[in-house]
């Protein structure tokens, strides 16, 4: 693959109190014609996360439409699961519904934070919260956090690829957490079977963080971007024949930092889609979405043909 970047396209710049600052975590949905919703996590001076979103037309995204003056979701209560954050991960239409995940903040105390996967469902007005609690949270199979997911509804299975922490260690006298990418599936969307099955690992000693997958069925091929860190994010890719058993590719990605500007120092969080023959990737750049949020349009690829994954 190769990704030719067509620039920065929004950056918050302390807009309103509850987005001072961020556009993390970038998800496009098509509205009519070239026109795409594309939500966001902004944070405000407290460091905590709420849900925005701008309008663009795709063929002209540097001109922006419109911008959202007030959150999707509001945070939770006092205790509750997400009291410190609320962070878009994906959104499903179905039926005449549109199901919205998100993750939760809590902050710890011997650890900084744990997260948790909720849900908001839109049935012709706002998205209203499905519960006061996660649908997907820690447990027997996840001991200590699930956050940032993709899913897809495929012959009436719901399938959920997210990201699962298997733990915490001190390095350089602060703590910092090991998470991968798992599996899990559900009837309706809201009751999820998560039997511990792992679909990307750690490459190497060195890699502690992958997140934010974005899976692509491409003909007969399930195809998945995500965040790998090291020392700092860069975008991986991985294939598959069945959604489970996935190849590392990170090597054909086709798109990594710029030599300066907004994405020169890490890029993450890929969220991928096709418009009109052309596919599309939203990322984000320096500081974990801080510096906004880009665009980059693939201009080389051999798509849907699944061979490394065949012979691996």
């Not at 959920?160 to 915490?168: A, E, N, Q, T």
């Not at 090291?230 to 024949?241: K, L, N, V």
């Not at 190849?247 to 300066?260: C, F, K, L």
């Not at 993450?268 to 500081?287: A, K, T």
Request: aromatic share 14%.
């Amino acid at each position: 693959m190769k990704w030719e970047k067509k620039g920065l396209i929004f950056c918050p710049e302390d807009r309103y109190d509850w987005m001072r600052t961020h556009a993390a975590v970038p998800f496009a949905e098509k509205k009519e014609g070239d026109i795409f919703r594309i939500y966001f996590s902004s944070r405000d001076h407290k460091n905590r996360s709420r849900i925005g979103s701008i309008d663009v037309d795709i063929a002209n995204p540097h001109d922006i439409i419109h911008i959202s003056d007030s959150p999707l979701l509001s945070l939770g209560p006092l205790g509750a699961f997400d009291e410190s954050g609320v962070m878009l991960s994906w959104v499903v239409c179905y039926r005449q519904s549109r199901y919205l995940y998100y993750v939760g903040w809590n902050l710890g105390a011997t650890v900084p934070f744990r997260n948790s996967i909720g849900l908001a469902i839109c049935e012709g007005g706002g998205f209203k919260k499905y519960a006061a609690g996660p649908i997907l949270d820690r447990g027997v199979n996840e001991p200590y956090f699930v956050a940032s997911c993709c899913v897809l509804v495929e012959d009436g299975l719901w399938r959920m690829w997210y990201l699962s922490c298997i733990g915490w260690k001190i390095v350089n006298d602060r703590p910092r957490h090991w998470y991968h990418i798992k599996y899990a599936e559900s009837s309706d969307g809201i009751h999820w079977k998560n039997d511990g099955v792992v679909c990307i690992d750690f490459k190497n000693e060195q890699e502690y963080a992958i997140s934010r997958p974005c899976v692509l069925k491409d003909g007969e091929c399930y195809k998945m971007w995500y965040s790998c860190r090291g020392t700092s994010y860069r975008i991986g890719y991985a294939e598959s024949f069945d959604g489970i058993r996935w190849t590392r590719m990170d090597e054909r990605v086709g798109i990594d930092v710029s030599e300066s500007g907004w994405d020169s120092e890490m890029i993450e969080y890929p969220f991928v889609f096709d418009h009109g023959g052309q596919r599309y990737m939203l990322y984000n750049g320096n500081g974990y979405g801080k510096s906004g949020i880009g665009l980059a349009v693939l201009v080389e690829d051999n798509r849907g043909d699944c061979r490394s994954a065949r012979h691996s």
